[in-house]
């Protein structure tokens, strides 16, 4: 079993700065591409950003320039640390990732519970 946890969110100003971070656990052999989605209420799930094995970043035009995406190998984690926040930021961020769990195994894909990020103005 695998499971992502995600932390980080919280309730923040319009300008302001949060970090979040998001670690999987349990049958690991390897973590391929690993991201980012949001959910606002009412809205379908959006692509926030993403980070492949080799450290390549996708971000979403709304938040290119504002968001960084990075991710620690050695801590099976990833960050997106989100500047210049806006209201319409706010939402519930679920972390995603592709891991196989041994060698040969198919790469499955996983999601945290998510994280509620609210930005006041």
């Known amino acids: 079993q695998v499971q992502l946890v995600e932390s980080g969110g919280g309730l923040v100003q319009a300008g302001g700065s949060l970090r979040l971070s998001c670690t999987a656990s349990g049958k690991i052999f390897s973590i391929n591409t690993m991201g980012w989605y949001r959910q606002a209420p009412g809205k379908q799930r959006e692509l926030v950003a993403t980070i492949t094995r080799g450290g390549n970043t996708n971000y979403a035009d709304s938040v290119k320039g504002r968001f960084t995406m990075s991710r620690d190998d050695n801590k099976n984690t990833v960050y997106v640390q989100m500047d210049s926040l806006k209201p319409e930021d706010t939402a519930v961020y679920y972390c995603?990732?592709?891991?196989?769990?041994?060698?040969?195994?198919?790469?499955?894909?996983?999601w945290g519970q998510g994280t509620q990020v609210t930005v006041s103005s």
């Open positions: 995603n990732a592709r891991i196989t769990s041994c060698l040969g195994c198919y790469e499955l894909r996983y």
